[in-house]
């Protein structure tokens, strides 16, 4: 993918390059808010790695921005910032990510690599059931073609089970995918997929016991 990295630690900023760059990524680095908005006025980008305290124009700002320029790109933050408050205003701008910091570059490239695959599958209609689909284009649950209302955390499950149909999401990637702004147990992610299933007119999340919940292909 070609990535647009704002982070403005210079040997952080020059890691993370050379890091996702050697699983095959290009990658344009920045260290002001300023000139990355510059460069995405005039350059296509595949995602955004964006620190939120840097010179310029910051993080939140820039995201902001683009977006008010019609720009739409997935986002991952990378931050010291632990304020929930912060966090909280990265995910209602729409970011795939919060990442922070420190964290393993290792971390950071399952990430990017998480949001490759997401923007890489194809956007179809997924039949879960006799009369349920998913709209991936629209991130949609569909009962007779009709959207079913969701809170966001239980669309986000619908849509990690929908994607991964006939294979078991675990409880590790139900944490990393939909609570990966907090860390939560089992217990906790089995009681939300619950509450979901309690609001189906069908049954078709199948838990499998001790590992995780699946979606059968019909």
């Known amino acids: 993918m070609k990535i647009l990295l704002l982070e403005d630690e210079v040997m952080l900023n020059e890691s993370i390059c050379e890091y996702l760059e050697s699983d095959g990524h290009q990658i344009e680095s920045f260290f002001d808010g300023i000139d990355a908005l510059k460069a995405i006025?005039?350059?296509s980008?595949?995602?955004l790695v964006l620190d939120i305290t840097v010179p310029g124009l910051d993080g939140l700002s820039f995201l902001e921005h683009i977006h008010a320029l019609k720009i739409h790109v997935p986002a991952i933050y990378i931050s010291a910032l632990v304020d929930i408050e912060d966090i909280s205003k990265a995910y209602d701008l729409g970011c795939n990510d919060y990442l922070k910091k420190p964290f393993h570059l290792k971390e950071l490239l399952l990430r990017v690599n998480r949001v490759k695959l997401l923007v890489n599958t194809p956007r179809v209609h997924l039949r879960l059931s006799k009369n349920y689909s998913y709209d991936q284009e629209h991130s949609r649950l569909l009962f007779n073609q009709e959207p079913q209302i969701l809170t966001k955390r239980?669309?986000?499950i619908i849509d990690i089970l929908s994607r991964n149909r006939g294979r078991i999401v675990d409880f590790e990637q139900f944490q990393s995918y939909v609570w990966s702004e907090q860390m939560?147990?089992?217990a906790t992610i089995r009681a939300e997929i619950n509450r979901l299933k309690k609001n189906l007119k069908e049954d078709f999340i199948i838990?499998?016991?001790?590992?995780g919940y699946m979606i059968d292909k019909p």
């Open 41 to 43: 006025k005039d350059n």
């Open 45 to 47: 980008y595949d995602l």
């Open 154 to 156: 239980q669309s986000q």
């Open 184 to 186: 939560v147990d089992n």
């Open 207 to 211: 838990n499998v016991r001790g590992m």
